[in-house]
């Protein structure tokens, strides 16, 4: 399971239909409304290497 950066729900990234890439790592959202708040900022969610 991944872990919704933005929600903090937990995301079957087998499953679900909405995932960003972002500096070489997938992230997935367990709704669209997630996806498209992380694709506005997403270094804001983005985890911190
Ligand atoms: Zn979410």
């Known amino acids: ?9 937990e995301v079957n990234e087998q499953e679900t239909k909405w ?3 972002y500096k ?7 709704a669209p409304g ?4 992380f694709e506005e ?3 804001k969610y983005a985890d911190k290497d």
Do not use: L
Not at 34 to 37: A, L, P, R, T
């Open 19 to 21: 995932f960003s890439k």
């Open 1 to 9: 399971m991944a872990v919704d950066p933005i929600c903090k729900m």
């Open 41 to 43: 900022d997403p270094e």
């Open 34 to 37: 997630c996806k498209k708040q």
């Open 24 to 30: 070489g790592k997938n992230y997935y959202f367990c």
